[in-house]
Nanobody, 127 residues
């Protein structure tokens, strides 16, 4: 079991950077692919990026590719999201999520397959 807790959100100007962290309790962290999703009012959760258990494979949504970087430290049970060149359209509540062990990498963009979710952290980007 993995219990994620996000931190690091805040308010910034367009073009600035933020780094989100997700501390995950539980020994299963290193066995879980992890993902970041975001939600804005009135919309479904949107896939942002994901990282494999080892950290060797990553996947990004087109909207953030080249600006966001996902990483993990399995020794510290922590997931990170470095967000650079932020845009106003990146404003959302960001969630980290843990996938069940053995999840096929092909479906990591699907929110419904993730087993454990954090409470979310607000990111606000002003134009």
């Amino acid at each position: 079991q993995v219990q994620p807790v996000e931190s690091g959100g805040g308010s910034v100007q367009a073009g600035e950077s933020l780094r989100l962290s997700c501390a995950a309790s539980g020994r299963a962290f290193s066995n879980s692919a992890m993902g970041w999703f975001r939600r804005t009012p009135g919309k479904e959760r949107e896939f942002v990026c994901a990282i494999s258990r080892s950290g060797e494979i990553t996947r990004y949504a087109d909207s953030v590719n080249g600006r966001f970087t996902i990483s993990r430290d399995n020794a510290q049970n922590t997931l990170y999201l470095q967000m650079d060149s932020l845009k106003s359209e990146d404003t959302a509540v960001y969630y980290c999520a843990a996938a069940p062990t053995g999840l096929p990498w092909e479906i990591v963009t699907t929110a419904s397959i993730y087993s454990y979710w954090g409470q979310g952290t607000q990111v606000t980007v002003s134009a």
